[in-house]
Nanobody, 123 residues
Framework: QVQLVESGGGLVQPGGSLRLSCAAS????????MGWYRQAPGKQRELVAT???????NYADPVKGRFTISRDNLKNTVYLQMNSLKPEDTAVYSC?????????????????WGQGTQVTVSS
């Protein structure tokens, strides 16, 4: 099986920074796109940023210029550096990865989700 474990959330003042990490583990032979999503109370989950295995990234408009996504393919880990945080960035942040894993003697591709980490921006 494959697990995604996030870390790095917390409480930060407006204008501050946080760095989220998400490490994938298990019977992994390859990971394609990895990304971060967020869900604020009473709202639908939304895309924050994605990054391909080759390093091409994509950002949602509200975070462009403030957030940076990166990944370490050797560690199967994706990061989200969040700067100039605003109260409206408050949400549960979850990572997602499209993983090729060894399952039952074969190889299966599917998307996996982490458990989520709370980010609260407040003074």
């Amino acid at each position: 099986q494959v697990q995604l474990v996030e870390s790095g959330g917390g409480l930060v003042q407006p204008g501050g920074s946080l760095r989220l990490s998400c490490a994938a583990s298990g019977s992994i032979f390859s990971i394609n796109t990895m990304g971060w999503y967020r869900q604020a109370p009473g709202k639908q989950r939304e895309l924050v940023a994605t990054i391909t295995s080759g390093g091409s990234s994509n950002y949602a408009d509200p975070v462009k210029g403030r957030f940076t996504i990166s990944r370490d393919n050797l560690k199967n880990t994706v990061y989200l550096q969040m700067n100039s945080l605003k109260p409206e960035d408050t949400a549960v942040y979850s990572c997602n990865a499209y993983v090729g894993a060894a399952v039952g003697g074969g190889r299966v591709w599917r998307a996996y989700w982490g458990q989520g980490t709370q980010v609260t921006v407040s003074s």
